[in-house]
């Protein structure tokens, strides 16, 4: 699965990303390698949620 990401370097340093596609999934970290591991837990943390088990209000 390819999805895009983008990158922002930190005005306090090192950088925090987002993926557009996934409302809500963003991270964060101290170096770009951080910010690569992190991505990655992001993704997998935000497609894991079953959208079954979260009630929606009408």
Known sequence: MK???????AEE?????EVPSIIGCATQ?????ELLTNIYEAV????SV???DIPIIH
Do not use: M, R, T
Request: charged content about 15%.
């Open 3 to 9: 999805l895009k990401v983008i990158i922002h370097e």
């Open 29 to 33: 970290g101290d170096s770009f390698n």
């Open 50 to 52: 079953n959208v079954q």
């Open 13 to 17: 340093g090192g950088y925090w990303a």
């Open 44 to 47: 997998e943390g935000c497609l």
